[in-house]
């Protein structure tokens, strides 16, 4: 019987050396850590240390966040990743009209730098490295980090991590954007430039296809949209006076990692390789690290079923070791329970500890590439590889990723391979254990992780407080700086710094920018 991958492409029952007919093994692998980077990019790869455990956790206040990330670090964790509430992903204040209802559910609110303060306190920033799972407003975030870490005393060049700062996807998948996609390139832009001078360790951006993937994008339309975005950003920055070089070191990207373990290999392997010729012949990128694609990898949450929530370990298991075969710089491991509800301290510690196993009881790390030369995956991986280059070329044909945004081309294409899996798996033809097939009668009963409802109100009190004690004529000339940058060509992170510095709230600033830059209404076709 034959079967297709997630991306649509034929699985053939047998692989053999006539699917590598004509291969060039120097010209498609090379050497791990060497042009064209499919077998890694760096030499060693996990044998001499393993990727960065980095477990994903926010929610409440930032007191409740803080003992999480303690708990975390006690546990072995390696690299902190903050999540944040919807109002603070959207640059709104805890006590908003519109952000009713939405305060610390889905991660950590934060209002100001007095949040940023306690969410970090006792946590030394010059030895741990923190992602933060931001966007639109990602500059403020990375400030407020950099302003926390100056109280400890750490120099900013000591601060090593990650702000997302992807918004082109969240105009595909997401929808947690702010202002047009103009503007929001420009601050992009200034973020790559401040922290070229100011945070040189940090990385810039982590352009994602996780989001994408989890709107229902196939292994294929993942990576081609997240390269695409990737060439925009790039653009971009050459586009404002940088030099390629310069910045493209620091570009990071984010992907998922499904239980479909052979073909989630052949899309890493195929990203690296794709990304290193666009940065070589297109861009003229001299720097070996500017051809990198370094990537942190989530196992996927939309795999994970409320049904017999602890059959959730499994997949969760072979997701995490379809990355580590794949090659990741990172890893977070999602938590069982978390189609019920945010992760409890158990599940999220057993989480953790599946990348632990991994890493110290099983023999992926004592080797690079073990996959290297598999008739199976060096063919699935040109397939992904024909796909993917396909989808972009079209993307280009479109204008770009911008110019395709507008015309809701990914959107669409993410949208009919959504469709074609939910069709299947109501079918029965694509089986999930526990959902269509090897179902329970009835299933036990979990008590799951809530959120107290009254943060909104302690969130609301403290941000009176805040407004009541600070210099409020200091904030006003602080925003109106801001603003002024906004509308020239200043670097706007500077003025936003001092802004946040006198204890203007995130909302605040953001909407200092709205006043100046507007904010992004799509467009809708029927």
Known sequence: MARESESGLPIEPLYGPSDLAGWDPAERLGEPGSYPFTRGVYPTMYTVRPWTMRQYAGFGTATESNARYRQLIAHGTTGLSVAFDLPTQMGHDSDAPLAHGEVGKVGVAIDSIDDMRVLFDGIPLDQVSTSMTINA????????????????????????????????????????YI???KPSLRLIADIFKYCRAEIPKWNTISISGYHMAEAGASPAQEIAFTLADGIEYVRTAVAAGMDVDDFAPRLSFFFVARTTLLEEVAKFRAARRIWARVMREEFGARDPKSLMLRFHTQTAGVQLTAQQPEVNLVRVAVQALAAVLGGTQSLHTNSFDEAIALPTDKSARLALRTQQVLAHETDVTATVDPFAGSYAVERMTDDVEAAAV?????????????????????????ERNAYRIAQETDAGERVVVGVNRFRLDEEEPYEPLRVDPAIETRQAARLARLRAERDQPAVDAALAALRKAAEGEDNVLYSMKEALRARATVGEVCNALRDVWGTYVPSVSF
């Open 137 to 176: 407003p990602a500059a403020l975030l990375l400030l407020l980090y950099q302003l926390v870490a100056e109280e400890q005393g750490v120099l900013a060049d000591r601060l090593t991590g990650t702000i997302q700062n992807d918004v082109l996807k969240e105009y595909i998948a997401r929808g947690t």
């Open 179 to 181: 202002f047009p996609p």
């Open 390 to 414: 396909d989808l972009m070329r079209r993307v280009e044909d479109l204008g770009g990723a911008v110019a395709a945004i507008e015309r809701g081309f990914q959107k669409d294409e993410i």
